[in-house]
């Protein structure tokens, strides 16, 4: 979804400039024809200042509609014209007043019935207001539904010309008010799941079956087992019910965590390729909502070529229930089931052995004013002990939703509401276009399609899915259920962290031509001609780029392919531990289990025939990463 670049100025604007135009055109041709009848003839016998007296008179008299100019008056073209002015500047004076005074009543209740391609927000408060701006600075049609009369921030919406609805969001009555049927998108954002789920089920249960994208939020993770599959707000029971609506979760503290590891560069501070490095070492100090999610986003992505189990300090200074929600992770760390982390928890600063140990410091506090001193603090006591050592890597975050700059080298604050909750990062994510082309690409070669447009390919894959009765076999990205399409979100985000061993981003000119002018034989790399889905122009360009920026040859880069689809599966490993899926002799989504939730030794042994596909999200990494740049 783009947003319109179109502008126009505001009618509060315009109607001042009207106004303006007839109350001076008034007054101007008043005070000539007047003057022409009163002043310049001389059979008139008061004296020349009474006249102008009179010119002034009878010309701002206009204004009252009741003047009656003497007969010589009539005889000149500019008071008529003047008169006519006059009428028409009482006329759009009362016509503004009224407009200014009801227009508020007037967008609410008539003019958002003829509104199409608009927004809908329900929900008015201090978070939905970054995105509101957003909206009304792209020059966009906002409408926000809000039922509390008390709201403060109504007075200041309606300045902004913004139109609002009062009622209940979750009544269909209100939702049609708020023209929902011919609206671009709907976010439903009032600080409440219960509310949000209930305007979802309004929509999901209505008998007009919109074409909207939902986006709905979500406060607390746990809420999202209600989207899971055999839940009433599973994609599957949703499309069974309203075929239109496209159906988007988004937590505000899980992109802020998203947002703040995809710019901190985790792991670029130490070579994570070579088995001699120590492991990277992450500090969480604070852990409200946003230090819980941070945690869970490392535990997702802090998987590395050399296999070295991230170590992660948390400080929590209240108790916490994090291994009880997210009890799977407590069975598979610290030495335990798969080891995949080691995680531990300290409740004072004094436990903290040594702070300049760390690759990376991530202030959490919620309060920007206590974030700012911890973090100011950590990085005094990491620079007087790094300074003995001249080693001076680690990296410092501190959570800053107002986005007050301190403007520090290496203090990077992180969380900004009005980035997180814009237009760009809410409604028009890359990271989901980025997934979508390449589930895509997925889907023609299950349909053993060729060649074709997006929308082609788009219209064909939603026509199969219309055709096959199993939900489990729908192709279609928007018919894929919430966790598939996370999944397919968290191996993309997982790319710089794979990248950090083949040479680094790549820039976009690697990808510019689509065939090689010089075919290299890729035999030598393990799985690679097992797959005919695959680009192979792509993977030659990228291939060339990795041995010129590692200098790798070939059995060093063969080993460093092994390498990374071990830590591919470690990924996907983590990424159904932290949802709580757990090992079963066979996959069941409803119950959670899969019979691949293995450690890399026991899956070559029991299920020799997946690992292929761990080195295939490996080659698959140049084709999308070529997508990004069409």
């Known amino acids: 979804m783009k947003a319109n670049k179109s502008a126009s100025a505001p009618l509060s604007i315009r109607g001042i400039i009207i106004l303006a135009f007839f109350v001076v055109a008034t007054i101007t041709l008043g005070i000539y024809g007047f003057s022409s009848v009163y002043v310049v003839k001389n059979n008139i016998s008061h004296p020349e200042l009474t006249r102008w007296f009179d010119v002034f008179y009878s010309t701002f008299k206009l204004f009252s509609l009741i003047s009656s100019p003497a007969d010589e008056a009539l005889k000149h073209w500019a008071i008529s014209a003047a008169r006519l002015s006059a009428v028409c500047t009482v006329f759009f004076s009362i016509a503004f007043a009224t407009f200014f005074a009801a227009g508020s009543w007037f967008k609410s209740n008539i003019l958002v019935k003829y509104y199409k391609n608009h927004y809908i927000i329900f929900g008015l408060n201090s978070e939905s207001a970054y995105l509101i701006d957003d909206l009304l600075n792209k020059k966009e049609k906002v409408v926000i539904v809000e039922k509390n009369h008390n709201n403060p921030l109504i007075t200041q919406y309606k300045k902004k010309k913004a139109t609002l609805i009062m009622g209940d969001a979750s009544d269909m009555a209100i939702q049609l008010k708020a023209a929902i049927l011919k609206a671009k998108a709907m976010v439903a954002i009032t600080g409440c799941d219960l509310t949000n789920l209930a305007i979802l089920k309004t929509l999901v249960e209505s008998p007009y079956k919109p074409e909207l994208h939902c986006h709905i939020g979500i406060d607390n993770v746990m809420s999202y087992k209600l989207f899971e599959p055999s839940a009433f707000y599973s994609i599957e029971n949703i499309k069974k019910q309203s075929t239109g609506l496209l159906i988007n979760i988004f937590n505000l503290s899980e992109k802020i965590a998203i947002d703040l590891v995809q710019s901190m560069g985790l792991g670029e501070n130490t070579d994570t390729s070579s088995n001699t490095s120590a492991p990277v070492s992450v500090l969480i100090s604070g852990f409200g909502e946003i230090g819980e999610s941070i945690l869970r986003e490392l535990l997702l992505l802090a998987h590395f070529c050399n296999h070295k189990k991230v170590e992660i300090t948390v400080l929590a200074t209240q108790p916490h229930d994090f291994f009880i929600t997210h009890h799977q992770v407590f069975e598979h760390c610290n030495g335990k089931g798969l080891d995949l982390w080691d995680i531990t928890f300290v409740g004072s600063e004094q436990q903290l052995q040594n702070p300049s140990n760390f690759n990376h410091i991530i202030v959490c506090d919620e309060d920007e004013n206590i974030a700012l001193k911890s973090i100011l603090r950590f990085y005094d006591m990491c620079t007087l002990a790094q300074l ?178 071990k830590t591919e599966h470690n990924r996907w490993n983590a990424f159904h531990i932290v949802n709580n899926w757990r090992y079963g002799k066979s996959k069941n989504e409803a119950m959670k289990t899969h019979d691949c939730l293995l450690s890399w030794s026991d899956l070559e042994e029991k299920r020799p025939d997946t690992i292929k596909y761990d080195y295939k999200n490996i080659y698959h990494i140049a084709e999308s990463l070529a997508l990004i740049e069409t």
């Open 388 to 565: 003995k050592t001249t080693d001076n890597t680690t990296t410092f975050h501190y959570y800053n939703a107002l986005n007050h700059h301190i403007e520090h080298q290496q203090i990077k604050s992180f969380g900004a509401l009005k980035k997180v909750l814009s237009f760009n990062q809410l409604l028009d994510n890359n990271s989901e276009v980025l997934a979508q082309r390449s589930h895509n690409t997925y889907a023609k070669t299950e349909l053993a399609l060729s060649a074709l447009t997006p929308e082609a390919l788009s219209v064909l894959i939603e026509k199969h899915d219309q055709d096959t009765v199993d939900s489990t076999q729908w192709l279609h990205w928007v018919n894929q259920p919430l966790f598939k399409r996370n999944s397919n979100f968290t191996e993309k985000r997982h790319f710089p962290m794979k990248l950090l061993a083949l040479g680094g981003s790549i820039p976009a000119v690697t990808f510019k031509n689509s065939v090689a002018t010089k075919q290299e034989e890729l035999d030598y790399l393990p799985y690679l001609n097992e797959f005919s889905d695959l680009n192979m122009a792509l993977i030659q360009h990228w291939i060339k780029f990795i041995k010129k920026q590692t200098g790798l040859n070939n059995q060093q880069l063969t080993h460093r392919i092994h390498a990374l689809a």
